[in-house]
Every structure is written in structure tokens, then in C-alpha cells.
């Protein structure tokens, strides 16, 4: 009886009004814990909603390591996840980790996390009113869209990869002694490598098993009910298979379905091309992309010059 009163007066975690995160943010605190007895009858309404539709959509678009990472976490349908349940099956799989954060976490701070095989989460879902769209990411797209792919060992060790790349950014920029240079420099290191994790982390498609079938592995796409029908069946969608001279060089636009996806073989494929990454890194190819979306704001710049050491 007194768990009911406590969810029926829950403030809520909703993305737009969350007063537990706001008073996190004015503290300056970015790792949290998740206050499960916060969340609303509402925002598990939310969940329920969000996760019964995508079970046809995700059946027929997803790509099979995604089918079989949602069935490996036992998700509750009705509720929103606790995390350390998430955890509890994740972990064993891939040494993965969802790290409850409080919201935007600066480009080193994160890839650095993926290093240390942990995930920054956010805990808040957006509101029941709004399913359809949502600009920042909430813990639908964070725990049904990503952590699903980090179940996958070959997936899973891509993104460690891609930590040891902000690594190897952070090294060669330190060497720079001209401190303009310097960040003119990192600001085009993160714009591409913030360019290619949006077009396969989040946006990837990959060759399916069958000639000409795509199915579907970034997060973005599989968070999305109109957008996982939208990507592999509109005319409107120019898909290409990958070529990173493209992908590092084309900007994005975060508010409106992609015109423009690409496509990888395999997850090996993915691994290699984030290796390939990092050599051109060192071959300083990154370090004069083309202009445009996405701008790179002063802490992403500030968390590469001054990053955690390790
Ligand atoms: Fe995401």
C-alpha cells in the first residue's frame, strides 16, 4: 500500500521535467544513481507503449544480433528498467555496463566510457504525450536501442575501439605545441568521429542474409517507430555501402528523418573501418573535414585537451 502511494505521488522522470536531474545538473554531478521509486505511473505507461509497438517493427527490421540482445535482457515490457537488473545480464555477456548519467556527457568523457566497457545512461522518459519524437536521447533509446548491441561481443568490442580512438586523438593533439592549432585541430578530429559513430552507431544499416535486404543496427533507427519503417522501405532514402572518406566529410541534421544512410557487411567490417579511423588519425586526414553539422561545442574541445589519464 505505501509502494502504491509512492508511485501514485512520483514526481516522475520525465525528459522535460525531472527535478531529481536538475538538481543533479546545478550540482555539477554527471555520474548519478537511478531513484527508481521517482518514476510515475505515467512514465512506466510510457515504456509499456513505447516498447509493445516496436515488437512487430523491430521482428522484421532489426538485424539478428539486436533480436537477440532484447531477448538476452529480459526486459520487462510494462516497466521502465532498473538498471542494475539490465546489468545483471549484460555484463556476463560483454563486461558491458549502463552508467546512469545525468545528461550530456562532453565527447572524451563518453568515449572514454565505452573504453571501460560502460555505457552513459540516461534515466529519463519522455513524455507519454510526445512517443513520437524526442531531439535528446531518454532511456528508451538509451536501454532498448543501444544496449541491446552491446549483448554482441563483436559490436561491443567496436565501441571499445572507438574509446581507444579518443585516446589516440587526445595523444596526438597533446604534442601539438600552438594552442590554437591545437584545438582547431581536435575540433576536427571530434567532428569526424562524431560524424561516423552517427552513421553506424546510431543510423547503421547492414547487408542482410538474403541478396539486397538491409536490416537495421543503430540505435537511432531501432528507438524510432517511424523511422525503422521509414529507413528501409522510402524512396526517399539514398542508401550507399560505407566509405569513410564520405562519412567523415558529410554533416547530419538531428531534427528530421536521415535522407542518407549507410551500410556495413558485418560488424568485423565496422571494426576494421574504426581502425582505419585511427590511422588516418595519425595520417592527419582527419584534421581538415569539410565544415558543417555537427558544431563541436567548448567542453567536447576542453574534455580532449585536458582528458582523464589511463
Ligand atoms: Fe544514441
Not at 198 to 218: A, H, N
Not at 222 to 242: F, K, M
Amino acid at each position: 500500500m505505501a509502494k502504491a502511494q509512492a508511485f501514485e505521488t512520483a514526481v516522475g522522470l520525465t525528459t522535460t521535467k525531472a527535478p531529481f536531474i536538475e538538481e543533479a545538473v546545478n550540482k555539477g554531478q554527471l555520474y548519478i544513481h537511478q531513484p527508481y521509486e521517482l518514476y510515475s505511473e505515467e512514465n512506466h505507461e510510457a515504456w509499456r507503449c513505447l516498447f509493445a509497438r516496436m515488437q512487430d517493427r523491430w521482428q522484421k527490421y532489426a538485424n539478428p544480433h539486436f533480436l537477440r540482445g532484447i531477448s538476452n535482457l529480459c526486459l520487462d515490457p510494462d516497466r521502465v528498467p532498473r538498471l542494475e537488473d539490465v546489468n545483471k545480464f549484460l555484463n556476463p555477456l560483454t563486461g558491458f555496463k549502463a552508467k546512469p548519467v545525468s545528461g550530456y556527457v562532453p565527447a572524451f568523457l563518453f568515449f572514454d566510457c565505452l573504453r571501460n566497457r560502460e555505457f552513459p545512461t540516461t534515466i529519463t522518459i519522455r513524455d507519454s504525450k510526445t512517443l513520437d519524437y524526442l531531439p535528446e536521447p531518454d532511456i528508451f533509446h538509451d536501454i532498448a536501442g543501444h544496449v541491446p548491441m552491446h549483448t554482441d561481443r563483436a559490436f561491443a568490442d567496436t565501441l571499445v575501439r572507438f574509446g581507444e580512438c579518443a585516446h589516440t586523438a587526445a595523444e596526438l593533439v597533446s604534442q601539438i605545441p600552438d594552442e590554437q592549432e591545437k584545438v582547431r585541430r581536435v575540433a576536427s578530429i571530434i567532428k569526424a568521429m562524431a560524424r561516423f559513430f552517427w552513421f553506424t552507431i546510431e543510423f547503421g544499416l547492414m547487408k542482410g542474409s538474403q541478396p539486397g535486404e538491409l536490416k537495421v543496427y543503430g540505435s537511432g533507427l531501432l528507438s524510432s517507430y517511424g523511422e525503422l519503417e521509414y529507413c528501409v522501405e522510402s524512396p526517399d532514402v539514398q542508401r550507399y555501402p560505407i566509405q569513410l572518406e564520405w562519412v567523415i566529410n558529410q554533416g547530419f541534421e538531428i531534427d528530421h528523418y536521415q535522407p542518407l544512410l549507410f551500410i556495413v557487411d558485418s560488424f568485423d567490417h565496422l571494426f576494421d573501418l574504426v581502425g582505419q579511423l585511427e590511422q588516418w588519425m595519425k595520417d592527419g586526414k582527419l584534421n581538415n573535414v569539410a565544415p558543417g553539422e555537427p558544431g563541436i561545442g567548448e567542453a567536447d574541445i576542453r574534455s580532449f585537451l585536458e582528458p582523464v589519464k589511463g
